[in-house]
């Protein structure tokens, strides 16, 4: 079914690009809850963000139609899309207003009792995971994100990707082992 479900969304794309509405309409009936799922795993604050960026990514979808090139599945492409957008939102918050030490503290509860050194250590070692994540083969960073940051079951990234349940069990085994063997390589610890 998996399949039939990629090779559908294929010619939805090609309905698409010649600019049926009604192959928009399907793509963003098929999609638009499990994206909006997805944002607001990466957008967890309580605000309008994650519907503004998943309608954000269709609108582009739409109004770049005829330039799309979409390499692989279309799911992958629209929830990379809706990933990078988070994080471009993200980012901006970030510029417009940076949180004091004081309020990061606050967000982060379990670091509260932690002396400064922890807290830099604690920092260090989540950059050090996020640079990991970034080497990691592009479909199994993918699974790895999907699962981790999107909250995924196995089977739902299975179906998504259009791959095998055993694909999607290997993907996850080799990143987690990656990044622990160069975690502990680098002195860090984490507990995947």
């Not at 309580?46 to 770049?64: G, H, K, R, S, Y």
Request: aromatic share 10%; glycine share 4%.
């Amino acid at each position: 079914m998996a399949t039939a479900t990629s090779s559908s969304d294929q010619q939805l794309l090609q309905a698409l690009v010649s600019g049926h509405e009604a192959a928009f309409d399907a793509l963003f009936t098929r999609y638009y809850a499990g994206l909006l799922r997805y944002a607001k795993t990466l957008l967890p604050y309580p605000t309008d963000a994650a519907e503004d960026v998943t309608a954000d990514v269709f609108c582009a979808v739409w109004t770049n139609r005829t330039e799309l090139n979409v390499q692989g599945a279309v799911a992958a492409y629209l929830y990379t899309a809706v990933k990078h957008r988070c994080y471009d939102r993200l980012r901006q918050q970030r510029r417009l207003a940076p949180a004091p030490e004081e309020e990061v503290l606050e967000q982060q509860p379990e670091a509260a009792y932690l002396q400064p050194d922890q807290v830099l250590a604690y920092h260090e070692l989540s950059e050090r995971l996020l640079q990991l994540i970034e080497q990691l083969p592009p479909r199994s960073r993918m699974v790895f994100q999907l699962h981790r940051d999107g909250n995924l079951t196995y089977e739902d990234i299975s179906a998504l990707l259009d791959i095998s349940l055993n694909s999607v069990k290997t993907h996850m085994f080799r990143a987690i082992r990656f990044l622990k063997e160069s975690l502990y390589v680098s002195g860090s610890q984490w507990s995947g």
